[in-house]
């Protein structure tokens, strides 16, 4: 049986760039799967996978198995649907919600997944619709919890441990409890589309936070029935990784065309706004003349399309750091949405965890919802570390002149300061008041543009100063001196002894070679690699949260810029 392993890429909020690995494929998560209707497809998985890059599907096990198709799926489900990326089934939930009953046992329809070689399978929890009451929903959840556990002895492959609870935030906290502690690859998050029909984004926050939460930090969450390009990148924010949808089917056939603003009706359109393949080749009134099933199956690729494209605009958003000024302009098109993005607020202190001390973009200020952040808090006590005079920031208040130039607080004022105490202003904000004195008596060498850029110690190089951000690279040698002058854990990443040659060389830190780390490091900050008795090996950047980097078994957890046998020591 192949390993089913999930690293993280890149990361921005609780959004992530990862890579699932499955049954030998790759899938790059966030990752959207489209809903197959296994009797009848609008458009093929082949189709869906080559002309819109469908690396996953869906499709209900408990259809196949009470249908016709059953025979030809025991061939292998990705035959009968003609898709060799990965396939993920349900097991019958959402029938067992909408009907009260179905004709199947959880073990069959587990075995069932099984025999047709689905590379994702999910045992039979019990959704709970949100006006259930509460002992209705705890009984239900006893049940998915019963069979959970009952899925353990019958697991092949990756298997989703589906979390359930109705609206109920201590029962979604017990279910991540009791299954984040089985051998469960994804959670999915379920029955949750009754609050996205009635744009309950508020509660919906509440369950994605409280299960984020709850849940093991290296498993993927599977936000169930969400894949409006509207919603993607706020839920991508709050720590979703995988979706599913059939709205590109459901809404072409109510004559309703996608966008990342909200839903128009065709009906109403002039124009179309968009460039995809499909709506460049025409226009609305063209459209409106032909049959009902070519208007269906232009919205349906217009659909694929502008929501798959939705995901590339996330990815690169994390990529570069944006991805808050995204969701705060997306979120603008929905007052319940707008609404929901308060509740940010009173997970602040979880989030800031895993949100990246440094971004490649610069801070943006979109409104007075940009203080929700996670950031917001994190600056703000970190500059009380940092002496000197101030400016008034317009976002962050009275804010050191010495960080003038440094990220978030970039300013196009210009401002005269000694260099000495620009640079303990920023060695103090970075690395902590006990560093402030890292490069005293040092040589300094300015840029093309005057400003401080490299910092020596006689002919040796000990960091230069990041034009991007206004924040210091170490050399090993720099390295040497911060670690002198902080004490032990802090700023460091224990690593294993298995890795220390590996690191003495300048290659990179593996997750799974991670023995411990200072608590309070964030992702994107100069690290020192140590060993277990604190002897330097390397200097570089961290990738990941401390709980990630001890959490994850694969991937890297902080890229090695210089490694103690790179060194040349007179």
């Known amino acids: 049986m192949l390993a089913t392993m999930f690293e993280i890429r890149a990361k921005d909020g609780l959004g992530r760039i990862g890579r699932l690995h499955i049954n030998g494929k790759t899938v790059e998560t966030p990752a959207l799967m489209p809903v197959i209707n296994p009797k009848k497809a609008?458009?093929?998985?082949?189709?869906?996978?080559?002309?819109?890059?469908?690396?996953?599907?869906?499709?209900?096990?408990?259809?196949?198995?009470?249908?016709?198709?059953?025979?030809?799926?025991?061939?292998?489900?990705?035959?009968?649907?003609?898709?060799?990326?990965?396939?993920?089934?349900?097991?019958?939930?959402?029938?067992?919600?909408?009907?009260?009953?179905i004709n199947v046992t959880n073990e069959e329809i587990i075995r069932f997944q099984h025999q047709?070689?689905?590379?994702?399978?999910?045992?039979?929890?019990?959704?709970?619709?949100?006006?259930?009451?509460?002992?209705?929903?705890?009984?239900?959840?006893?049940?998915?919890?019963?069979?959970?556990?009952?899925?353990?002895?019958?697991?092949?492959?990756?298997?989703?441990?589906?979390?359930?609870?109705?609206?109920?935030?201590?029962?979604?906290?017990?279910?991540?409890?009791?299954?984040?502690?089985?051998?469960?690859?994804?959670?999915?998050?379920?029955?949750?589309?009754?609050?996205?029909?009635?744009?309950?984004?508020?509660?919906?926050?509440?369950?994605?936070?409280?299960?984020?939460?709850?849940?093991?930090?290296?498993?993927?969450?599977?936000?169930?029935?969400?894949?409006?390009?509207?919603?993607?990148?706020?839920?991508?924010?709050?720590?979703?990784?995988?979706?599913?949808s059939a709205a590109?089917?459901?809404?072409?056939?109510?004559?309703?065309?996608?966008?990342?603003?909200?839903?128009?009706?065709m009906e109403d359109l002039l124009y179309f706004p968009c460039e995809c393949p499909v709506c460049t080749e025409t226009d609305p009134e063209t459209v409106s003349m032909w049959s009902l099933e070519e208007r269906i199956q232009f919205l349906i690729r217009h659909n694929l399309y502008v929501t798959f494209r939705e995901l590339q605009v996330i990815k690169q958003a994390i990529h570069e750091g944006s991805l808050w000024e995204l969701v705060e302009s997306r979120i603008r098109n929905h007052p319940n949405l707008y609404e929901s993005y308060k509740i940010v607020k009173k997970y602040a202190a979880f989030m800031e965890k895993y949100e990246p001390f440094t971004k490649r973009s610069g801070f943006s200020y979109t409104g007075a919802e940009t203080t929700f952040r996670p950031l917001y808090k994190r600056v703000k006590r970190r500059i009380t570390l940092v002496r000197g005079d101030t400016f008034t920031h317009p976002v962050f208040g009275e804010v050191p002149v010495s960080l003038s130039q440094t990220y978030p607080f970039h300013t196009d004022a210009v401002f005269t300061i000694p260099e000495e105490e620009l640079i303990h202003g920023i060695c103090s904000y970075q690395f902590g008041p006990e560093a402030e004195s890292l490069f005293d008596n040092v040589t300094i060498k300015h840029g093309r543009t005057g400003k401080v850029r490299h910092l020596y110690c006689d002919q040796t190089l000990l960091a230069t100063l990041r034009p991007v951000d206004g924040l210091f690279v170490l050399t090993f040698e720099g390295a040497e001196k911060l670690h002198r002058l902080l004490p032990f854990p802090e700023r460091r990443v224990i690593a294993d002894e298995e890795a220390v040659p590996f690191i003495k060389e300048g290659k990179d830190l593996f997750a799974k070679f991670v023995v411990d780390m200072d608590e309070t490091l964030r992702p994107y900050e100069e690290v020192l690699i140590v060993d277990r008795d604190d002897i330097l090996l390397g200097v570089g950047k961290l990738l990941l949260s401390p709980e990630e980097a001890k959490s994850f078994k694969k991937g890297a957890a902080v890229q090695v810029r210089r490694g103690l046998h790179a060194v040349h020591h007179p």
């Open 116 to 244: 047709i070689g689905a590379d994702i399978t999910t045992f039979l929890d019990i959704p709970t619709p949100p006006d259930a009451s509460f002992s209705k929903a705890e009984a239900d959840l006893e049940i998915t919890i019963e069979r959970a556990r009952e899925a353990q002895d019958l697991k092949k492959g990756a298997m989703n441990g589906t979390i359930q609870g109705g609206r109920f935030l201590p029962l979604r906290e017990t279910a991540c409890a009791q299954l984040g502690e089985m051998d469960f690859d994804i959670h999915p998050l379920g029955a949750v589309v009754p609050f996205l029909l009635k744009y309950d984004f508020t509660s919906l926050v509440d369950i994605i936070l409280t299960c984020k939460m709850g849940l093991p930090v290296e498993r993927p969450v599977h936000l169930f029935g969400a894949g409006h390009p509207l919603l993607l990148a706020f839920a991508v924010l709050l720590g979703c990784d995988l979706f599913d």
């Open 248 to 265: 590109y089917v459901l809404y072409a056939k109510g004559n309703r065309y996608l966008t990342p603003f909200g839903t128009k009706n």
């Open 42 to 101: 609008e458009i093929s998985p082949r189709e869906i996978q080559e002309t819109f890059g469908a690396q996953m599907i869906i499709t209900n096990a408990y259809i196949i198995h009470q249908s016709g198709l059953r025979e030809k799926a025991l061939k292998g489900i990705h035959s009968l649907l003609d898709f060799d990326g990965v396939v993920e089934t349900d097991s019958g939930s959402f029938q067992l919600m909408t009907y009260g009953d």
